[in-house]
């Protein structure tokens, strides 16, 4: 019998290792996310999510890597930030901080509330992306008499948050109540890198320019060695 070599057992050894790797997060995946709607090119729905953000999750919730003035880029104007989302003292040029106490936050709920500047790249993972698992969670809350805040999550079970849209959802039709959430986990997934489209279409053009490049160099390669055999 023909025995492997040292690089076929490294090859085997990998291909063991990460269907291991596969396996268990497929297990540990938990619930399945549900795919979230993309309108991170839609500027009424971020508009609507930043506003989503800041009358329900800047209560407990910080974005300390956010500024205010920042929302300009999804097309809202000094004057209307300052009339709809600036929160107690707040200043156009200051950060999203959150109107609770942090020590009264870790009292009430047993931990602070994190910061979500990031939370949207923070939370993907095998189910899907951040802006996947956030839709799945925000839509995933369910009544529980058993837990001091009333309520419990599918996907993230025991959650010590409550559900701070409840009243949200029970006057709006579940249809409506999705489409809010996915305005939010969209602003949500721009606050956590502002710029990503830009870099986006930067990528396409650089791509562009190193396959024309390629092209000249491949003819220039030839030209240079057309006489020699």
């Not at 070599?5 to 297990?27: D, E, H, P, Y």
């Not at 709920?109 to 899907?128: E, M, Q, W």
């Not at 939010?184 to 489209?197: D, F, G, I, R, S």
């Amino acid at each position: 019998m023909k025995t492997m070599g040292f690089t076929q057992k490294m090859i085997l050894g990998l291909m063991i290792v990460l269907g291991l790797t596969t396996s268990v997060q497929a297990n540990v995946a938990g619930p399945a996310w549900d795919k979230a709607p993309d309108k991170i090119n839609d500027m009424a729905a971020l508009q609507s999510g930043a506003k989503t953000f800041v009358n329900y999750c800047l209560n407990c919730h910080s974005a300390a890597f956010m500024r205010f003035n920042r929302l300009q880029d999804i097309g809202l104007t000094p004057e209307q930030i300052r009339d709809n989302l600036l929160v107690t003292n707040a200043k156009l040029g200051d950060t999203m901080k959150a109107a609770i106490d942090p020590q009264q936050a870790k009292g009430w709920f047993g931990v602070n509330p994190p910061d979500l500047t990031v939370i949207a790249r923070s939370r993907a993972g095998a189910g899907g992306t951040g802006t996947d698992y956030l839709y799945s969670y925000m839509r995933g809350f369910y009544k529980d008499e058993t837990k001091p805040t009333g309520w419990n999550n599918h996907i993230f079970p025991n959650v010590a948050m409550p559900h701070v849209l409840w009243e949200m959802q029970s006057t709006l039709t579940p249809a409506q109540y999705d489409q809010t959430m996915a305005d939010l986990v969209n602003y949500l997934q721009w606050m956590a890198e502002p710029a990503q489209t830009s870099r986006k279409n930067i990528g396409i053009w650089v791509l562009v320019f190193l396959a024309g490049l390629s092209f000249l160099t491949w003819r220039l390669n030839a030209a240079y060695w057309k006489d020699i055999k």
